[in-house]
T-cell receptor
Framework: EPEVTQTPSHQVTQMGQEVILRCVPISNHLYFYWYRQILGQKVEFLVSFYNNEISEKSEIFDDQFSVERPDGSNFTLKIRSTKLEDSAMYFC?????????FGQGTRLTVV | SQKIEQNSEALNIQEGKTATLTCNYTNYSPAYLQWYRQDPGRGPVFLLLIRENEKEKRKERLKVTFDTTLKQSLFHITASQPADSATYLCAPLSGGYNKLIFGAGTRLAVHP
């Protein structure tokens, strides 16, 4: 069964460093998303991406964040100059119709 | 601004009983409403979608209702099992569906 894959599963980074979280959406999907979930809190929408551009973004998604679809398969989230409060689980999702499929997440720990 | 409200307190029920979870929304006119399940440390998994012109939808032991007048959806799990223990998220969808926003979720614990 097709699935969304995310790498790495766990990333530890020093405060102030840049990280890139990677996602491979399901191949025929057209809409891509990134979400964040701080431990014990809700799943928060960050950004949606369609037709090679950002279609929606939340207040959380400020200049520190960027997304890219560098080729036909990968979808990346870059976090510049990480802060302690960026520590969270980051989920990628994709869809073609209304049902969204989520990856297993990348646990980002900023120390 | 748009709001999605789900019971923040955990719902504890006995195995075999029916669990009922509530999702209320404001400042939305969703064309669809989705329910997802999330297990600890894992991504949400799609369960059911109901359209605005549908009153009720069923899938095996799951039933969803959608009242656009009350701006509310109810999610029922009948004959609940301990394996149903998880957090359940609702997501009203409108417009171009580009902004898939979840409620905070309700944690369900089914006890043997």
């Amino acid at each position: 069964e097709p699935e969304v894959t995310q790498t790495p599963s766990h990333q530890v980074t020093q405060m102030g460093q840049e990280v890139i979280l990677r996602c491979v959406p399901i191949s025929n999907h057209l809409y891509f998303y990134w979400y964040r979930q701080i431990l014990g809190q809700k799943v928060e929408f960050l950004v949606s991406f369609y037709n090679n551009e950002i279609s929606e973004k939340s207040e959380i998604f400020d200049d520190q964040f960027s997304v890219e679809r560098p080729d036909g398969s990968n979808f990346t989230l870059k976090i510049r100059s990480t802060k302690l409060e960026d520590s969270a689980m980051y989920f990628c999702a994709s869809r073609v119709n209304t049902e969204a499929f989520f990856g297993q997440g990348t646990r980002l720990t900023v120390v | 601004s748009q709001k999605i409200e789900q019971n923040s307190e955990a719902l504890n029920i006995q195995e075999g009983k029916t669990a009922t979870l509530t999702c209320n929304y404001t400042n939305y006119s969703p064309a669809y409403l989705q329910w997802y399940r999330q297990d600890p440390g894992r991504g949400p998994v799609f369960l059911l979608l109901i359209r605005e012109n549908e009153k009720e939808k069923r899938k095996e032991r799951l039933k969803v209702t959608f009242d656009t007048t009350l701006k509310q959806s109810l999610f029922h799990i009948t004959a609940s099992q301990p394996a149903d223990s998880a957090t359940y998220l609702c997501a009203p969808l409108s417009g171009g569906y580009n902004k898939l926003i979840f409620g905070a979720g309700t944690r369900l614990a089914v006890h043997p």
